[in-house]
């Protein structure tokens, strides 16, 4: 193969051919990292999902909570309880290494608590900081935006817990949004059903209907008004999240039919209905 044969190999590594890493790779493997490092980033805490249940009410209005989080804080020495270990690659990381052969050399990764960083871990004898961390109780500030929708989050970053070697995660309160007795959402509209009386449904009507803010608004149909009609409110929704106005208002119409009705109540509705010349069948 020679000089040629070299060149393809290399050719292929420079565009992902050959499905392998390359010499690069074998060398880390043998001998310790000695070609490129991959860099994993800056490591965290793992992040902490906190329910945040909220009404309606609250959603629509927009809110601010005050609340107490406690988490888990290092304590103000710990520095003070960590010595030097070459052979820690990070945050609960060992790098072993074994010699296969003369000359031949592989390191395996294995779990240990011990190391909190890069060439440093724990010493568990530490008397100025025994357990690491200490409880802390933090004050915060959740604004509940107006039409914020269930599931979404509010994120507080760099608040979860802290740990040595590592910088904290997240804390996400994730919205639960509660069920209403009147009104059902959808995104950024309402829905709601309700049931009225035959009489109201032929002839028309006009109600009050109070808001999840508490105002009142007039609701009106004209006309005859059919089973599982669906009238559209406009601006009745939620508030957007852009600012934007908001979603609309669907009332569903259920009509309440008499079980019975009395020979004269019967003759009395033929006769309004055929009343003009219309047919006579109802």
């Known amino acids: 193969y020679g000089e040629d044969g070299l060149k393809q190999h290399e050719d292929q590594n420079a565009h992902g051919g050959g499905g392998g890493g390359g010499f690069d790779d074998i060398f880390s493997q043998f001998f310790g990292g000695g070609g490129r490092r991959r860099d994993e980033g800056e490591r965290r805490s793992p ?21 107490e989080y406690v988490r888990q804080v290092l304590c103000l020495n710990w520095e003070m309880c960590v010595r030097s270990a070459p052979d820690c690659e990070g ?28 060439g440093k871990q724990w010493n568990k004898d530490c008397r100025e ?15 509940v935006s107006a039409g914020l929708r269930n599931q979404e989050e509010i994120v ?4 979860a817990d802290e740990r040595p070697g590592m910088q904290p995660g997240h804390l996400h309160f994730v919205v639960f949004e509660e069920k209403h007795s009147i009104y059902h959402r959808d995104r950024d509209d309402l829905y709601l059903t309700m049931e009225i009386p035959l009489v109201d449904a032929l002839t028309g009507f006009s109600f009050e209907l109070k808001h999840l803010d508490g105002h009142e608004f007039t609701v009106t149909q004209d006309g005859v008004t059919d089973c599982d009609f669906v009238q559209k409110v ?5 508030p957007r999240r852009n600012g934007r106005g908001f979603g609309n208002l669907f009332i569903t119409y259920e009509v309440d039919f008499p079980d019975e009705l009395s020979e004269k ?18």
Request: aromatic letters at 4%.
């Open 47 to 67: 992040s902490v999902h906190v329910p945040l249940h909220l009404t309606l009410e609250q959603l629509y209005k927009g809110e601010t909570l005050e609340l």
């Open 91 to 118: 945050p609960g990381v060992r790098v072993r290494r074994q010699q296969l052969a003369p000359g031949f050399v592989q390191q395996v990764q294995q779990a240990d608590e011990r190391c909190v960083a890069r």
């Open 129 to 143: 900081c025994p357990n690491k961390t200490e409880t802390e109780k933090i004050e915060l500030t959740i604004a």
């Open 156 to 159: 507080f970053e760099g608040v």
């Open 234 to 238: 406009p601006g009745k929704g939620m």
């Open 265 to 282: 109540q019967k003759s009395s509705i033929r006769k309004i209905l055929t009343e003009g010349g219309g047919s006579d069948e109802l």
